[in-house]
Protein backbone atom coordinates (compact mmCIF):
# COMPACT_ATOMS: atom_id res chain seq x y z
CA UNK A 1 0.00 0.00 0.00
CA UNK A 2 2.60 2.48 0.97
CA UNK A 3 4.12 1.95 -2.75
CA UNK A 4 1.18 3.64 -4.09
CA UNK A 5 1.08 6.35 -2.49
CA UNK A 6 5.36 7.37 -2.97
CA UNK A 7 4.41 9.12 -6.51
CA UNK A 8 1.85 11.39 -4.31
CA UNK A 9 5.02 12.28 -1.95
CA UNK A 10 7.57 12.25 -4.21
CA UNK A 11 8.62 13.41 -7.79
CA UNK A 12 8.70 10.46 -10.18
CA UNK A 13 12.29 9.76 -11.14
CA UNK A 14 13.44 8.00 -14.80
CA UNK A 15 17.21 7.02 -14.42
CA UNK A 16 18.32 5.93 -18.50
CA UNK A 17 22.11 4.53 -18.84
CA UNK A 18 23.15 4.07 -22.64
CA UNK A 19 26.21 2.44 -22.88
CA UNK A 20 27.51 -0.86 -23.97
CA UNK A 21 27.08 -3.98 -21.35
CA UNK A 22 30.54 -4.90 -21.80
CA UNK A 23 31.63 -1.57 -20.70
CA UNK A 24 33.57 -1.09 -17.50
CA UNK A 25 32.76 2.60 -16.80
CA UNK A 26 28.82 1.31 -17.93
CA UNK A 27 29.49 -1.49 -15.34
CA UNK A 28 30.08 1.16 -12.73
CA UNK A 29 27.96 3.14 -13.33
CA UNK A 30 25.15 0.50 -13.35
CA UNK A 31 26.51 -0.66 -10.10
CA UNK A 32 26.73 2.34 -8.18
CA UNK A 33 23.33 3.68 -9.40
CA UNK A 34 21.66 -0.07 -8.21
CA UNK A 35 23.52 0.88 -4.59
CA UNK A 36 21.55 3.71 -4.16
CA UNK A 37 18.37 3.87 -2.92
CA UNK A 38 15.96 5.61 -4.74
CA UNK A 39 12.05 4.43 -4.11
CA UNK A 40 10.36 6.60 -6.85
CA UNK A 41 13.23 5.87 -9.62
CA UNK A 42 13.04 3.81 -12.55
CA UNK A 43 16.16 2.28 -14.10
CA UNK A 44 16.29 1.58 -17.75
CA UNK A 45 19.49 0.24 -18.99
CA UNK A 46 19.55 0.61 -22.96
CA UNK A 47 22.66 -1.83 -24.57
CA UNK A 48 24.06 0.10 -27.42
CA UNK A 49 25.89 -3.39 -28.01
CA UNK A 50 22.51 -4.93 -29.85
CA UNK A 51 19.39 -3.96 -31.01
CA UNK A 52 16.96 -4.65 -28.38
CA UNK A 53 13.45 -4.57 -30.39
CA UNK A 54 11.63 -5.74 -27.08
CA UNK A 55 13.08 -2.31 -25.22
CA UNK A 56 11.52 -0.02 -28.60
CA UNK A 57 8.46 -1.22 -28.06
CA UNK A 58 7.91 -1.28 -24.47
CA UNK A 59 9.96 2.68 -24.42
CA UNK A 60 9.50 3.46 -27.86
CA UNK A 61 11.10 7.27 -26.72
CA UNK A 62 14.57 5.17 -26.17
CA UNK A 63 15.22 5.34 -30.13
CA UNK A 64 16.39 8.93 -29.88
CA UNK A 65 18.43 8.31 -26.66
CA UNK A 66 22.28 7.78 -27.57
CA UNK A 67 25.59 7.99 -25.98
CA UNK A 68 27.23 11.33 -26.37
CA UNK A 69 30.74 11.95 -27.10
CA UNK A 70 31.32 8.08 -27.50
CA UNK A 71 31.04 7.36 -23.49
CA UNK A 72 28.47 5.59 -21.73
CA UNK A 73 25.73 8.47 -20.86
CA UNK A 74 23.12 9.09 -18.29
CA UNK A 75 19.94 10.52 -18.53
CA UNK A 76 17.87 11.93 -15.39
CA UNK A 77 14.43 13.27 -16.05
CA UNK A 78 12.34 13.84 -13.29
CA UNK A 79 8.44 14.76 -12.91
CA UNK A 80 8.38 14.54 -17.17
CA UNK A 81 11.34 17.27 -17.60
CA UNK A 82 14.59 16.00 -18.86
CA UNK A 83 18.02 17.56 -17.91
CA UNK A 84 21.15 17.52 -20.18
CA UNK A 85 22.27 13.75 -20.58
CA UNK A 86 26.58 13.40 -18.63
CA UNK A 87 28.71 11.44 -19.05
CA UNK A 88 29.89 11.51 -15.18
CA UNK A 89 28.11 9.39 -12.20
CA UNK A 90 28.50 12.62 -9.86
CA UNK A 91 27.13 15.02 -11.98
CA UNK A 92 24.05 12.47 -12.15
CA UNK A 93 24.17 11.91 -8.48
CA UNK A 94 23.90 16.02 -7.89
CA UNK A 95 20.67 15.62 -10.18
CA UNK A 96 19.25 13.20 -8.62
CA UNK A 97 19.71 14.43 -5.17
CA UNK A 98 18.90 18.14 -5.81
Known amino acids: ?3 T ?5 HQSTEI ?3 GEKTDETTQQIL ?7 LPSA ?3 FKNTSI ?7 IAPYLIDYDMKNKKTTIYICQNHQ ?10 ALKMLHN
Open 16 to 18: VIV
Open 31 to 37: DHMNSEY
Open 42 to 44: TLI
Open 82 to 91: CNKPTNNIND
Open 51 to 57: LDEALEK
Open 1 to 3: MLN
Open 5 to 9: MLPIF
